[in-house]
């Protein structure tokens, strides 16, 4: 069939409630650190049935990296600085940064790039050391040198003490822009480069330099920028924005395949590149120089870790701030792969599985009570309302029937008419929410049965921002979720949605929407 592709069956799933940011695996222990943008770190046991979280750390911070060093954990966060844990989540030193912290490396010692441009380096046990460099743009570590970047677009290379130990000449008459530096096969190193252009499109070359430590030993141009780069001692795979995927065999570049949309980060893993681009993760094998299996995620990819068994973690981002934090995936590359359906590539990272009713007899039956479609939520708010104002009829009732005195009916008016322009008023400054759920579309299939659609809400109008909930129900009227955007997978024929939007005052506004999805060949 068309729509087959080999996948890797046993993925799991780890459930965020805030985007993740950085996750690191450990490459023995079986444990995996999980970072995310209020600052909390996650340290997770995956040699646990149920991928028990042991620990949690928190630095009250977006997380801008984490590591394992031996023993201990290293967490790098936006606002505070450097922080090292223990492999149970208790600290053991921290170093704040004025700024903040940008990049993080660790080794044999840590290195730390805060957030105006100075590299600090320290040993594991907290000890600064007293050189440092400014005005670094970025840096990798090589060996036992450091590859810095700096804020003019100079690379500079320095010694394990990050004293300068060659400066490499700049090249092109207007400047250039240093797209990536980092190691090469070997003890080799490279410099990614583009020159400038006074207009725009006559840039020079896009190419890669090859250095063995300060001698140039060749160049070599690339079809694409440098998105991602990993390299060993006899092995270098580059990733380029072009989406191809090149190994580098004695400084030549070799087309290994070409993907659909640039590379973001890649992995090695024995004879599989682990290659994430879009919201897809692949396993290309170098024996036979094909693409083995593949893993969609619900996010972009944006990180790809393994550790030494064969096992990945891999996370990613939609970039929609309407939809939940997407999970994170683990799996290990050496199972058997399964040939599946290519829309059934999300089951993995679905919560719950949500099938559409399409029986008529279920679809259109006649309810007289609608009130087991709400929520539990809405019931007990119905069931409140309805009290309340039993209670208030009973009052007005009773007060109604007293005998009152003549001469209050003059001031009882005046008061009257005070409440009524007072509510009035108070009326006129509210602007309750409108639901809407969007247009009614039809959509056209070319390939395959299903397609997965974006249901959203977020346009619903709301002057004062009072929604403080979203609903969305099916036709059978269940409620599928909670978010004020979602995507759903549906199959041919019409489906119909309900968006439900309630305000800070228990009120509710509600829209409908109508998706048609038809074959072409039809």
């Known amino acids: 069939m068309e729509n087959m592709v080999a996948t890797l069956p046993i993925i799991d799933a780890l459930h965020q409630k805030t985007s993740v940011t950085a996750i690191a695996l450990h490459p023995t222990l079986g444990k995996l650190l999980i970072g995310d943008k209020d600052g909390l770190v996650q340290i997770v046991d995956l040699e646990s049935e149920q991928n ?59 290195l730390a790039l805060d957030g105006i441009g100075t590299l600090r380096q320290f040993t594991l046990n907290g000890q600064e050391y007293e050189s440092s460099q400014r005005d670094v743009r970025s840096f990798e570590a090589i060996q036992d040198s450091i590859l810095l970047v700096t804020e003019n677009q100079s690379v500079v290379k320095t010694d394990d003490h990050l004293n300068i130990v060659f400066e490499r000449p700049q090249r092109g008459e207007i400047g250039e822009d240093i ?80 993907f659909d ?34 893993i969609e995620h619900k996010g972009m990819i944006q990180g790809i870790e393994v550790d030494d068994s064969g096992r990945i973690a891999f996370f990613g981002d939609d970039q929609n701030d309407y939809t939940g934090a997407e999970p994170v995936g683990v799996c290990n590359i050496n199972q058997e792969r399964a ?43 119905l069931e409140n309302q309805q009290h309340e104002i039993g209670i208030e009829l009973d009052s007005l009732s009773a007060a109604m029937n007293e005998d009152l005195p003549t001469e209050s009916f003059n001031n009882q008016e005046q008061d009257l008419d005070e409440l009524l322009q007072f509510l009035h008023e108070k009326a006129d400054e509210v602007i309750a929410p409108e639901a809407y759920a969007g247009e009614n579309q039809t959509i056209s299939l070319n390939n395959g049965n299903t397609a997965v659609v974006t249901l959203d809400g977020s346009q619903s109008s709301d002057p004062q ?16 979720s909670t978010e004020a955007k979602l995507r759903v997978k ?8 309900e968006l439900r939007v309630f305000d800070v005052d228990g009120g509710m506004t509600t829209d409908s929407l109508q998706i048609t999805l038809e074959s072409s060949d039809s």
């Open 490 to 497: 549906l199959s041919l024929g019409m489906h119909q949605f």
């Open 339 to 381: 040939e599946v359906d290519s829309s059934f590539l999300q089951g993995w990272f679905e919560e719950a599985f949500v099938e559409f009713e399409t029986d008529p007899n279920v679809v259109y039956r006649t309810v007289d009570d609608y009130t087991n479609l709400l929520s539990m939520e809405e019931q007990q708010s």
């Open 261 to 294: 949309y640039p590379i973001q980060c890649l992995a090695h893993s024995r004879n599989t590149i682990i290659v994430g681009t879009w919201f897809y993760v692949f396993g290309f094998d170098l024996e036979t120089n094909e693409i083995a299996w593949q």
């Open 52 to 110: 028990n979280i042991i620990a949690t750390i928190n630095v009250n911070s977006q997380i801008i990296d984490v590591a394992w060093s031996v023993d201990k954990i290293v967490v790098l966060d936006e606002t505070n600085g450097l922080h090292v844990f223990t492999n149970d989540g208790e600290e053991v030193w921290t170093s704040e940064f004025d700024a903040g912290g940008a990049k993080l490396a660790v080794g044999k010692q840590i």
């Open 179 to 258: 797209a990536a530096v980092g190691s090469s096969q070997g003890s080799a190193w490279f410099v990614a480069r583009e020159g400038h252009a006074l207009v725009p499109g006559e840039e020079e070359a896009l190419e890669i330099e090859f250095y063995l430590n300060q001698e140039l030993l060749d160049r070599k141009e690339l079809k694409g920028r440098m998105k991602a780069s990993i390299s060993d001692s006899l092995n270098h795979f580059i990733g380029l924005d072009n989406g191809d995927l090149v190994a580098v065999k004695q400084n030549e570049i070799q087309l290994l395949t070409s």
């Open 465 to 480: 921002n009072r929604i403080s909930t979203w609903s969305w129900l099916d036709s059978t009227g269940k409620e599928i």
